[in-house]
């Protein structure tokens, strides 16, 4: 039943900065999210839409 | 980041934004004129521009009348299915990302508009132009002084139920003090005719544009058929009443 998730266009990964920081954002294909590591928050990426909001973010706890 | 001093409440703009997608097409006649204005200007330059971003999209029909290599669109609602869900005060893009960035009926109720400002002209690549147009000026004046009466006449106390809209010097100033080149603000009037207050409040809601002020404050029965009276009494004969609607529009470049 799983399906794969919809790839980023590289060239729109290329582009996006975190939010809160403006650095480069690591997209983790997997668990579909956009990590910000200097933010510390992983947006997510829902239905192939990243949903770049810190209110929605992840905070990535050591 | 999302503090209670915010004049806008970020979370219920989206949410009004997400109720108001599935029939967005059927409330769009004015989101439709600034679409073909920014378009005519877009084509009156006579350049080709390669990257393109459609700010504050709804559902990308401003992007999709722009010829570019590759067009993003960003809405603060993922129910319009954007390129990527962000608010326009914190825009997630590098510097120098695109050739064009445009914007239709959105920048009205962006909680820090000279910081977006900003952060459009930083995300423009070198000798870019921003084009933008949002609702502003006396748009709904007398509706605003409606409200306050009503509001006084029930309960002696008012409270702001429109959101407190830009002129165009103040726009025109932002522009400026956002460091872009070339700025010129411009203000267009139209009228839309309501045949009552409840019309009206049906399009604002199909529209995306119910209240999303952070200090709202409940709409009282009493009050809101006060309104809608002296809304009435001011119809014209056929029981239609003039509201005005003031377009700001924004031009301005990128340094190169």
Known sequence: MSEHPPELDPRLVEILVCPLTRTPLRYDRVAQELVSDSAKLAYPVRDGIPIMLISEAREITD | ?256
């Open chain 2, 1 to 256: 980041m999302e503090t209670t001093a915010e004049l806008f409440d970020r979370h219920r703009r989206r949410v009004l934004r997400d109720r108001a997608a599935a029939r967005y097409a059927d409330y769009a006649f004015l989101k439709d004129a600034m679409v073909d204005d920014i378009a005519a200007r877009v084509a009156d330059t006579g350049k080709s521009f390669g990257r393109v971003l459609d700010l504050g999209a709804h559902d990308g029909r401003l992007g999709a009348r722009i010829a570019g290599d590759w067009s993003v669109t960003v809405d603060a609602a993922a129910a319009f299915k954007p390129t990527l869900v962000a608010d326009e005060d914190a825009l997630p893009f590098a510097d120098d990302s695109f050739d064009l960035i445009v914007s239709a009926g959105s920048l009205h109720n962006v909680n820090d508009l000279p910081g977006a400002l900003i952060q459009v002209r930083r995300a423009l690549r070198p000798g870019g132009m921003f084009i933008a147009a949002f609702v502003a000026g006396e748009s709904l004046l007398q509706l605003r002084h409606d409200l306050i009466a009503a509001d006084d006449a029930a309960t002696g106390r008012v409270g702001v139920r429109v959101a407190p809209m830009i002129d165009v010097q103040g726009a025109a100033g932002l522009l400026q003090r956002g460091g872009f080149v070339s700025p010129v603000a411009e203000i267009d009037s139209f009228t839309v005719r309501y045949a009552g207050l409840i019309a009206l409040l049906a399009d604002l809601r199909g529209m995306g544009e119910a209240n999303a002020l952070a200090s709202r404050l409940p709409l009282r029965r009493d009050v809101l058929a006060d309104v809608a009276a002296r809304f009435a009494d001011r119809a014209d004969a056929d029981g239609k009443t003039n509201v005005p609607v003031q377009v700001i529009t924004l031009t301005a470049w990128k340094a190169g």
